[in-house]
């Protein structure tokens, strides 16, 4: 059923025959209502599903960061919505029902700011991941953007929070570096690392950029390790 909160001249939303109303940011859209699926799926079909799956699984733990990082960007909705949606469209590989999420492709945050033509991360012996950039403004930057930065390790199997460290509003563009603290635990971990950029007013974002996998090593073996060496 339908409601009309304010009148019938007021926007709709719900359900009214076929037709579905719903409202974001204060604009009222319409579309029609999904029909009962007769029949079983196509493989076409099953590929979609099965690779949304798998991006969703891979996507939530950092639902919280990629809202920020497509923020008004890629769609009417933006945020989270806009980062699945270009991850879908261009992240996801293989055939089914052997499709993976590529992290490589994906992206923690777009837009049309302008990105660091030199980027780089490298994992110091404390585990903190250190980041370093090259620190020209381009035609639409400022010296106060903020670094967008990601480590993560995620859950390849299971669609549970995986390993992750994050900083939205990190060093300023004109420092030229930052870095996150890696904990490592009872298992090797695999990070895959990202770096993006926001404009000073939180109007815009950079395209990230993907740094690469860094595996950081049980925190066991190293200590085993060092006593070995001792």
């Known amino acids: 059923m339908g409601k009309a909160s ?16 719903y409202t974001v940011k204060g604009e009222t859209y319409v579309r029609t209502a999904p029909s009962k699926r007769r029949g079983r799926k196509t ?3 099953k590929a979609n599903t099965s690779g949304f799956a798998k991006v969703q699984a891979f996507m939530k733990p950092i639902s919280m960061l990629l809202r920020d990082g497509f923020k008004d960007y890629g769609s009417k909705t933006g945020g989270y919505k806009a980062a699945v949606s270009y991850a879908l469209l261009n992240a996801v590989e293989g055939t089914y029902p052997d499709q993976f999420v590529n992290p490589a492709l994906v992206r923690i945050s777009g837009g049309d700011l302008h990105m660091a033509s030199s980027v780089q991360a490298v994992l110091e012996s404390d585990h903190s991941l250190r980041f370093t950039w090259s620190t020209e403004e381009g035609k639409n930057g ?5 670094a967008f930065l990601l480590a993560y ?7 549970i929070r995986g390993n992750l460290v994050w900083q939205s509003t990190g060093a300023f563009r004109m420092t030229g570096e930052d870095s996150l603290q890696l904990a490592p635990d009872g298992e090797d971990q695999t990070y895959h690392v990202y770096l993006g950029f926001v404009s000073s ?7 990230s950029v993907y ?3 860094v595996l950081v090593k049980a925190k066991a073996k190293v200590e085993r390790k060092k006593n070995a060496n001792s």
């Open 6 to 21: 304010e009148g019938i001249f007021g926007p709709v939303s719900g359900k009214v025959g076929n037709l579905v109303w």
């Open 43 to 45: 493989k076409k079909e």
């Open 142 to 146: 400022s010296a106060y953007d903020q």
């Open 153 to 159: 390790a995620p859950d390849e199997n299971k669609m």
């Open 201 to 207: 007013d939180r109007t815009i974002q950079a395209h």
């Open 211 to 213: 740094l690469g996998p």
